[in-house]
């Protein structure tokens, strides 16, 4: 089974610098609420997904990743069945998130 954060990822991208793993968690979780309410947009989704994407594959979230992708690449007809694979896969993330600040040390973010 697949972690759902690379936490090996996270550490080589961030030079396992705990402070700004700290930073970057800080903003990835900040911009959450910002994403979804995009994604719900008919005229801004695109741009939040593929916003999502990028901060999902530098954080080492990649079945995030995979799932906005997969999004980006449905025709209109499967977006929502996506979008709703994507909305699990983040929850996922977030609460991968919560384990790794808790695994870490790191205070509540």
């Known amino acids: 089974m697949n972690a759902v954060l690379d936490r090996a990822h996270f ?3 961030t030079g396992a610098d705990r402070a700004l793993q700290r930073e970057v968690l ?3 979780r900040a911009q959450v609420s910002g994403w ?3 994604i ?3 005229l801004e989704w695109r741009h ?3 916003t999502l994407k990028g901060s999902a594959r530098g954080i080492g979230f990649h079945e995030l990743a995979a799932a906005c992708e997969a999004v980006e ?6 977006r929502a069945e996506r979008l709703a694979a994507l909305g699990a896969a983040l929850g996922e993330a977030l ?3 919560d384990q790794f600040v808790a695994d870490t040390g790191l205070h509540a973010l």
């Open 11 to 13: 550490d080589h991208m």
């Open 26 to 28: 800080e903003l990835f």
């Open 36 to 38: 979804t309410s995009a």
């Open 40 to 42: 719900g947009s008919p």
């Open 48 to 50: 939040a997904v593929h």
């Open 73 to 78: 690449a449905a025709a209109d007809g499967a």
């Open 95 to 97: 609460t991968a998130l």
